[in-house]
């Protein structure tokens, strides 16, 4: 069965140094897809990155890194040089073409950035 | 376009009412999904459109929910006798496919 396991509850890091927040998944599927979704206070959902299961090249986008990598089964996600702005929940998320697309949510990780 | 809107942002009701949530999803996603956030949980899917067609529904949905998506635009997603249990928060996600997924800001329900 599909799973999506991201077993830190909450990271507390200070302003500036560097994070990674960890996610492990499980599927049967050779085509998935991978996400990575914010959720700060608000409590709105934002999308950060989608990979499929076929690109494994890592992704950065300005202080954020995604390290995918499926001999591990695992999705990372780096946020360089955090920064307060950064403090909120962060879910990871699979879904395969044989389950019409929905999502698997992992627990989520909260991210707190002291200044 | 100005993504997907979810109305109510809070509704507070007494256990025992019914309550109906909208979503309007972006104009051109043919797919629309529900699911169901808890406090420090990750969502939960509910039920799933493709067009107007309600193609999948979750386990997890009592036969007091009820989710429809008229002429494919807007859906439409109904608790009856509400309980406590069903305090959450509602998201709304549309999507053309395997792209990433819009959500919309969510209804918070609170039963009391």
């Known amino acids: 069965a599909q799973k999506v396991t991201q077993a830190q509850t909450e990271i507390s890091v200070v302003e500036k140094e560097d994070v990674t927040l960890d996610c492990v998944y499980e599927?049967?599927?050779?085509?998935?897809?991978l996400f990575w979704y914010k959720q700060p206070p608000s409590g709105e959902l934002v999308f950060l990155i989608r990979?499929?299961?076929?690109d494994e090249q890592n992704e950065i986008s300005g202080r954020y890194s995604w390290n995918f990598q499926k001999s591990t089964s695992s999705f990372n996600f780096t946020i360089t040089a955090s920064q307060v702005v950064d403090s909120a929940v962060y879910f990871c998320?699979?879904?395969?073409?044989?389950?019409?697309?929905?999502?698997?949510w992992g627990a989520g990780t909260k991210l707190i950035i002291k200044p | 376009d100005t993504g997907v809107s979810q109305d109510p942002r809070h509704k507070i009701t007494k256990r025992g009412q019914n309550v109906t949530f909208r979503c309007d999803p972006i104009?051109?996603?043919?797919?629309l999904y529900w699911y169901r956030q808890t406090l420090g949980q990750g969502p939960e899917f509910l039920t799933y459109?493709?067009?107007?067609?309600?193609?999948?529904k979750s386990r997890l949905l009592s036969d007091r929910f009820s989710a429809e998506r008229p002429k494919g635009s807007f859906s439409t997603l109904e608790i009856q006798r509400t309980e406590q249990g069903d305090s959450a928060m509602y998201l709304c996600?549309?999507?053309?496919?395997?792209?990433?997924?819009?959500f919309g800001s969510g209804t918070r329900l609170t039963v009391v």
């Open positions: 996600a549309s999507t053309l496919g395997r792209d990433g997924y819009t």
């Open positions: 104009s051109e996603h043919n797919r």
């Open positions: 459109f493709q067009n107007e067609a309600q193609l999948e």
């Open positions: 599927t049967r599927d050779t085509t998935y897809y």
């Open positions: 990979r499929n299961s076929f």
């Open positions: 998320a699979l879904s395969e073409a044989g389950s019409n697309y929905q999502l698997i």
